[in-house]
């Protein structure tokens, strides 16, 4: 009996159902037998009429007080809903007793994200951070052959989140100041921070170019972050809006060899595209897109590890399950807050 328990399915309710919760939390909750999707939280009718024809077993509702009265019907609660609101119905969750993921980023400041912490801790509830882009294919390679010695020892690292879209959509993102979260500095450079510090370890100086290019735009939209690694490694970040022409996602150069790689992970656009988790090459890089490998002259490409964002749930249900760790330690997501706003003060100072 205390095994089919264990077994049951992971009661799992999605607040918001915009691009975060409809691409990147719905299709592989739906898809991942450790869990069922109980329920989808959106006040707007056209997303609830969607999110009921997507996913005809889950509840819609349109407020979170709809979902906190119904609280003993959930384990889990993701939180897809513009950045600004993240802190506190995180906090709001853990306090009707249930197991939190928050999407990126973890909060607006380090301190909000300390406080969610203690209290989780406090109330002896699971909290994490969906940092996806752990699990995108390319970086995926470059952390195989950080790991594995191939380029020897690594002394810079460039990483490029950019696109050319001179006229921002209609958005929350656009619409969102610095201090509710907005910017392509709380959106992208999670990641691309994410990303440098898991491969090098604590960041020791950082300097910093923030900028706003569109008027339509509430916030920066065309940032360069510079980092000194504690490790000695510098990694240089670009996340860009307004980039007419694209640069590498992937520029890496060791003693021994470098890695160059170029587009996006394909899992996004995919799933954008109607695609599922489980279809056939879902998550796989064609050969035509492969980075390369070596040195001026002697270069070779090199197969792109399968993309794979449905690791998190599966490493998140082992954790709930079974006690083992959080795919992502929100102490993490701190210290990626940490640079964040290390960057928004040296900016200041600079300009």
């Given amino acids: 009996m205390a095994d089919a328990a264990q077994r049951a399915p992971i009661r799992t309710a999605i607040i918001g159902y915009g691009t975060s919760g409809r691409v990147f939390h719905a299709p592989f909750v739906d898809a991942d037998p450790a869990y069922s999707l109980d329920a989808i939280v ?19 509702l349109a407020t979170v007080d709809d979902l906190w009265a119904t609280a003993e019907r959930i384990d889990l609660v993701v939180i ?13 969750a853990l306090e009707a007793g ?9 909060a607006v400041t380090a301190d909000d994200g300390r406080e969610l ?46 696109w050319w879209k001179p006229e921002p959509p209609t958005s929350w ?43 339509a735009a509430a916030a920066d939209d065309d ?21 007419p022409r694209l640069g590498p996602r992937f520029h890496v150069l060791g003693s021994r060899a470098g890695y160059t790689s170029w587009g996006l992970d394909g899992q996004e656009p995919a799933l954008i595209g109607g695609a599922l988790p489980g279809d056939p090459g879902f998550g796989e890089t064609p050969e035509a897109r492969r980075g390369v490998l070596g040195t001026d002259g002697a270069w070779r490409s090199v197969p792109t590890e ?44 600079d300009a």
């Fill in 42 to 60: 959106t006040r707007d009718p056209s997303r609830r009429a969607s999110a009921e024809a997507r996913h005809p077993s889950a509840r819609t």
């Fill in 80 to 92: 897809g809903s513009p950045s600004g609101t993240h802190a506190a119905l995180a906090e709001a």
């Fill in 98 to 106: 249930l197991d939190v993921v928050v999407d990126k980023p973890f």
């Fill in 117 to 162: 912490i203690a209290t989780a801790a406090r109330l002896g509830r699971t909290l994490t951070v969906f940092q996806n882009r752990r699990w995108d294919g390319d970086f995926r390679t470059v952390r195989r052959l950080v790991d594995r010695g191939e380029l020897g020892e690594v002394h810079r690292f460039e990483s490029r989140f950019e």
């Fill in 173 to 215: 993102k656009t619409e969102a100041s610095v201090a509710e979260g907005g910017g392509i500095l709380y959106d992208l450079g999670t990641h691309l921070l994410d990303q440098a510090v898991q491969l090098f370890g604590p960041v020791a100086e950082l300097s910093a170019e923030i900028d706003r290019r569109r008027p």
């Fill in 223 to 243: 940032v360069f972050l510079a980092l000194r690694h504690e490790s000695g490694v510098r990694s240089h970040l670009w996340m860009n809006a307004v980039a």
């Fill in 306 to 349: 399968r993309g794979d964002y449905g690791a998190f749930y599966r490493l998140l249900a082992v954790a709930l399950r079974d006690g083992g760790p959080l795919p992502v330690d929100p102490a993490d997501a701190v210290a990626v807050l940490e640079l964040i706003e290390r960057a928004h003060a040296a900016a200041s100072v």
